[in-house]
């Protein structure tokens, strides 16, 4: 039977298609060039149904940044909590974060940029969740340590070591791509990002940061 309510119950997708459109322009304007008439456009919704569901620019930039961050964070978690010793969980991790560093560069690149202009939002973004997964990495590494399995250092020198080893990369490849460099070190632009981002490529990085902080036993 046909409901009257239902000509004013907004439609349960529209605050996906909103917050997919959101994503997808992200990485393009950054979070405090971002504008919600022009998400409204792209998601073809009606700019009163992005207050509907969101209220503010604010709230609508957090659950975008939010909900990007959860999918990277649950497959860390994931790929950590799986059978193995404590330096191939390390491994996986470090692929994991290596992944994400790859295929969402554009994004951390702005948001890199943004916080370094001091953009409030990212900044508390940053703040709310970095320490979620760098205490993953920190425990891999301290079990690592009490199974005398690798190399002590300070343990900002060791967790930087190894995320900057995975991560750097990706900013090198982005500044690559902007730069317009036809054959950065000698390879075209393919080659060179598959030396850098192939899976297979992070695989062997993440391998080779442990192998330099291994112990090695007779």
Same mark, same amino acid.
């Given at each position: 039977m046909y409901n009257n309510s239902d000509m004013s119950r907004p439609s349960h997708n529209v605050d996906r298609k909103l917050l997919a459109a959101g994503r997808a322009m992200l990485a393009e304007t950054g979070p405090s060039g971002l504008n919600i008439r022009n998400v409204a456009r792209r998601a073809g919704v009606n700019l009163g149904m992005f207050?509907?569901? $969101?209220?503010? =620019?604010e709230a609508f930039l957090d659950r975008v940044l939010q909900e990007t961050y959860e999918e990277f964070f649950s497959r860390l978690t994931l790929d950590t909590s799986g059978p193995g010793s404590p330096l191939e969980k390390l491994e996986r991790a470090l692929f994991t974060v290596g992944r994400f560093a790859r295929d969402r560069r554009p994004l951390l690149f702005v948001l890199l940029r943004e916080a370094m202009d001091g953009h =409030?939002?990212?900044? %508390? $973004? %940053? %703040?709310?969740?970095?320490p979620r997964h760098l205490a993953i990495v920190r425990a891999l590494v301290e079990e690592c340590w009490r199974r005398r399995l690798l190399l002590r250092a300070s343990l900002p020198q060791t967790i930087s070591f190894l995320l900057s080893t995975m991560g750097i990369p990706s900013l090198v490849a982005g500044l690559v791509d902007k730069s317009g460099a036809r054959r950065p070190m000698g390879l075209g632009p393919g080659a060179f990002k598959a030396a850098l981002l192939s899976d297979s490529a992070l695989r062997q990085r993440a391998r080779l940061a442990i192998r330099a902080l291994e112990t090695r036993r007779k």
């Open positions: 207050h509907y569901h $969101f209220g503010t =620019k =409030k939002p990212t900044i %508390a $973004f %940053a %703040a709310r969740n970095l």
